[in-house]
């Protein structure tokens, strides 16, 4: 089983821009889908990007145009780019990964190992 570490997260103004990145035990081989979710206080963790082996990206809605997910070359490391952050974006941020992508977002029930999550935090 493959394990995920997030890192980047921390306290922006509405705006402004984040960089987070998740790097994986092991390089990912193979049919694979990664991606992004996050979970605001008091509700479900909701996937808000992916990229699987092909490098097809998709995006939720609330993201599309503000956030680019990518993979590094040896596919070891997953980025999340963020910008013109909102504080309705405030999040613990996860990363994780699946065998493979089902065609849109992701949900979580679909991913089989996660990170621990980092804090994203944006203020008005």
């Known amino acids: 089983q493959v394990m995920l570490a997030e890192s980047g997260g921390g306290s922006v103004q509405s705006g402004g821009s984040l960089n987070l990145s998740c790097i994986a035990s092991?390089?990912?081989?193979?049919?694979?889908?990664m991606a992004w979710f996050r979970q605001a206080a008091g509700k479900e963790r909701e996937g808000i990007a992916a990229i699987d082996s092909d490098i097809f990206t998709v995006y939720a809605d609330s993201v599309k145009g503000r956030f680019i997910i990518s993979q590094n070359a040896i596919k070891n490391t997953l980025y999340l780019q963020m910008k013109s952050l909102k504080p309705e974006d405030t999040a613990v941020y996860f990363c994780?990964?699946?065998?493979?992508?089902?065609?849109?977002?992701?949900?979580?029930?679909?991913?089989?190992?996660w990170g621990q999550g980092t804090q994203v935090t944006v203020s008005s």
């Open positions: 994780a990964a699946a065998t493979l992508c089902g065609g849109g977002v992701p949900s979580p029930a679909e991913m089989v190992a």
């Open positions: 092991r390089e990912i081989t193979g049919s694979h889908c």
